[in-house]
């Protein structure tokens, strides 16, 4: 069996083509307003152990930029491609924040996220995970009963790009929605109020 190599974080902080590597990513990230490489680069950045202001930095610039384009989607009325790779790391950003606001126990703002990313993800498997996430919170499920009971940790392909989502789940998705049946009825009457905005 083939070992694979330890990253020895030392030696890639004197790296020379690894640091330019990030000088880079950080002026394209910038420069492109690229969430994608803004990724790229906080992974980088946890490899060499940056500073945390480096890191929190970086993890603003994700989320502000994030946001921004969320609003420029509902405002146009398109949709995230989850094939285009920034939208897919637009996606996620907004999905991430989602989560920890759960976590943090914020339901009223995690709701809202998950039914927005419902609501704008092409993509119809996403799309019915987001909308058991949004009627789990809205069932009153704390962030860990969800995890521990209706999330489907073993089910995760690593290699699917979208593997960043919750989507496996330990029912199925549809039997999931039937499950809750009443939260779902009452999101897609929150969501009338988009559809309705865009008709305007």
Do not use: W
Request: glycine share 2%; net charge negative.
């Amino acid at each position: 069996m083939k070992e694979t190599p330890e990253i020895h974080v030392e030696e890639l902080k004197k790296d020379p083509e690894f640091l330019a590597n990030i000088q880079r990513l950080e002026t394209e990230c910038k420069e492109e307003e690229s969430i994608a490489k803004g990724y790229q680069l906080l992974d980088a950045q946890l490899i060499i152990e940056a500073p945390e202001d480096e890191i929190n930095e970086i993890f603003t610039f994700i989320v502000n930029t994030a946001f921004d384009r969320l609003a420029e989607k509902l405002t146009t009325s398109q949709t995230f491609d989850m094939n285009d790779a920034e939208d897919l790391a637009t996606a996620r950003a907004i999905y991430e924040h989602g989560i920890q606001r759960y976590s943090e126990n914020d339901k009223k703002g995690a709701k809202e996220i998950f039914l927005v990313l419902n609501y704008t993800i092409d993509h119809a498997e996403l799309k019915d995970a987001m909308m058991v996430h949004a009627a789990a919170v809205m069932a009153g499920k704390s962030f860990e009963d969800f995890i521990e009971n209706l999330v489907d940790v073993e089910g995760v392909d690593e290699h699917d790009p979208l593997a960043f989502f919750i989507q496996t789940f330990t029912q199925p998705t549809d039997i999931l929605l039937t499950m809750f049946a009443k939260e779902v009825k009452q999101a897609k009457e929150e969501l009338k109020v988009l559809d309705e905005s865009k008709e305007k």
